[in-house]
């Protein structure tokens, strides 16, 4: 599990904005880019390679989110 001061300091490699940790804890979700980076054994792979897109409709019912960027 990502800590808070960890996650603020991650941005998306493609938009450069900030990453918003998904509600089952598993992904990062760039909600600008619409990808998700996946996290394993802890560590964030934010690479393009390794992302996946997410449909525009989906991304709320993805990542639950609230305003301060932490899954609820």
């Known amino acids: 599990m990502l800590d808070v ?10 938009t450069k904005t900030r990453l918003s940790l998904s509600a089952d804890g598993r992904e990062l979700v760039s909600v600008a880019a619409h990808l998700a980076f ?17 449909d ?7 990542h639950g989110l609230g305003n301060d960027g932490l899954a609820r």
Do not use: H, Q
């Open 5 to 14: 001061k960890t996650l603020e300091m991650l941005v998306c490699p493609l």
């Open 38 to 54: 996946p996290i394993r054994r802890g560590v964030p792979m934010l690479s393009l390679d390794e992302a996946r897109e997410i």
């Open 56 to 62: 525009p409709d989906d991304m709320e019912k993805l």
